[in-house]
T-cell receptor, first 113, second 114 residues
Framework: DGGITQSPKYLFRKEGQNVTLSCEQN?????MYWYRQDPGQGLRLIYY???????QKGDIAEGYSVSREKKESFPLTVTSAQKNPTAFYLC????????????FGNGTRLTVT | AQSVTQLGSHVSVSEGALVLLRCNYS??????LFWYVQYPNQGLQLLLK??????LVKGINGFEAEFKKSETSFHLTKPSAHMSDAAEYFC????????????FGTGTRLQVTL
């Protein structure tokens, strides 16, 4: 079955450490996205990539970095510069047609103490 | 620029009652509109989408939504709520063009009581 795999499901880190969240898709989608979800705030876009080796900042990119070396993979690094990293992180992908919806992974819950 | 407003962060209905979740959008171009559902600790699942083919859109699990341009609304309805409908629901808007991003509302948590 095609889909998006995010790993791990739960992640715990100490403050000051960088951490990388994995996102892999086998849907052959060109575009991939990272969202952050906090209670009562909906989804906020961190970074997105429409093609391999290219990506753009979303609305809340500070303290995060990404890479897109392969079409299937779009890892997100939460750096120590991110002030409030504890959140639920969702990866999504989309085909290149105009009205195509996002397909989501099951998320990674990051807790930083 | 585009935005979405979901009225009511929490909605409670009795099992068997009508479900109405409100969504108003703002978009400078003809919009594409989506409703997603999220169960606890999971990703979002597409319920339905509006892409200008028909103003009344039917989705999964008995949900439907009507696009009303004059009211800039895309409210989600279901005639009879089921306990399994309890979840969080998100409305999203996207402008035309493959480069367009989706903008999400803040979500509405639906509670279904006996």
């Amino acid at each position: 079955d095609g889909g998006i795999t995010q790993s791990p499901k739960y992640l715990f880190r100490k403050e000051g450490q960088n951490v990388t969240l994995s996102c892999e898709q086998n849907l052959n989608h060109d575009a991939m996205y990272w969202y952050r979800q906090d209670p009562g705030q909906g989804l906020r876009l961190i970074y997105y990539s429409q093609i391999v080796n290219d990506f753009q900042k979303g609305d809340i990119a500070e303290g995060y970095s990404v890479s897109r070396e392969k079409k299937e993979s779009f890892p997100l690094t939460v750096t120590s510069a991110q002030k409030n990293p504890t959140a639920f992180y969702l990866c999504a992908s989309r085909s290149d047609s105009q009205n195509s919806p996002l397909h989501f992974g099951n998320g990674t819950r990051l807790t930083v103490t | 620029a585009q935005s979405v407003t979901q009225l009511g962060s929490h909605v409670s209905v009795s099992e068997g009652a009508l479900v109405l979740l409100r969504c108003n959008y703002s978009s400078s171009v003809p919009p594409y509109l989506f409703w997603y559902v999220q169960y606890p600790n999971q990703g979002l699942q597409l319920l339905l989408k509006y892409t200008s083919a028909a103003t009344l859109v039917k989705g999964i699990n008995g949900f439907e939504a009507e696009f009303k341009k004059s009211e800039t609304s895309f409210h989600l309805t279901k005639p009879s709520a089921h306990m399994s409908d309890a979840a969080e629901y998100f409305c999203a808007v996207s402008g035309a063009g493959t480069a367009s991003k989706l903008t999400f509302g803040t979500g509405t948590r639906l509670q279904v009581t006996l």
